[in-house]
């Protein structure tokens, strides 16, 4: 079990200020497991019952979110210009250094997951793991069956990268919009890998990672934890193990 200061537990707790945290545990408001701490440099386990003035309190050791990035919204953490994915959250979350664990571009739309889980994020992340991710396309032409196929053994790209076999449906009711499911994430890959057929991508969304889908009811914007289940999911999907 891993151990923290008792002032940085409150304060992310409580969504309070690190000094606002201190004066509450100086004068008593706080206990652990029912016993009043009054030590804010105190170490206390992650695992530890908090109560605030008589009030529970929650804390996680880390946070897991389920994003639809509307369009216009950057992947990022920062940026001197545009709104970002933590932008969104941040009223929320103020004391979470949280990050997108993946990017979507600018113009694209749907699940980005945010966390301040590094390990967890760079074995969703990594390559090797080839963690399924669906995205919904619109096309400015029909899907073919050169572009079936091609998808299915591997699209070359124009600069000569192979890339993995990829999963690619037409929608029957309207040959223009597709499916795509990706097993690796480079730079602009489905806009590339259509492009090598001359088509271009009008619209994407992506609408799941891992077998976890994106929650319909969320709109533009909208953003919840993800549920445990969700979470064994992805974590069995990277091969991450629970900390």
Do not use: N
Request: one cysteine or more; a positive charge.
């Amino acid at each position: 079990m891993a151990q923290y200061r008792l002032d940085r537990l409150l304060a992310e707790a409580a969504g309070i200020p690190r000094a606002e945290a201190r004066r509450a545990i100086l004068s008593g408001q706080l206990a652990a497991d029912g016993a009043v701490c009054r030590r804010p440099d105190q170490k206390i386990e992650d695992t530890a019952a908090l109560t605030l003035a008589g009030r529970p309190l929650s804390w996680q050791k880390y946070v897991y979110l389920m994003l639809d990035k509307p369009q216009g919204v950057v992947s990022a953490s920062r940026d001197g210009r545009d709104t970002t994915v933590t932008d969104l959250v941040r009223e929320q979350y103020p004391r979470r250094e949280l990050f997108p664990a993946g990017r979507l571009d600018k113009d694209s739309t749907g699940f980005v997951l945010l966390t301040d889980d590094g390990v967890f994020a760079h074995a969703l992340l990594a390559p090797k793991r080839h963690v399924d991710k669906v995205y919904q396309v619109l096309l400015d032409a029909p899907v073919t069956p050169e572009m079936l196929a091609g998808f299915a053994a591997g699209v070359v790209l124009a600069d000569g990268e192979a890339m993995l076999p990829a999963g690619l449906e037409a929608d029957p009711q309207d040959p223009c919009r597709a499916t795509v499911v990706l097993h690796q994430g480079v730079y602009h890959q489905i806009k590339r890998m259509f492009g090598v057929f001359g088509a271009g991508v009008c619209a994407l969304r992506r609408v799941a990672i891992g077998g976890v889908p994106l929650d319909p009811a969320l709109g533009p914007g909208g953003s919840r934890p993800l549920t445990g289940a969700e979470l064994a999911c992805l974590r069995a999907a990277c091969g991450a193990v629970k900390r």
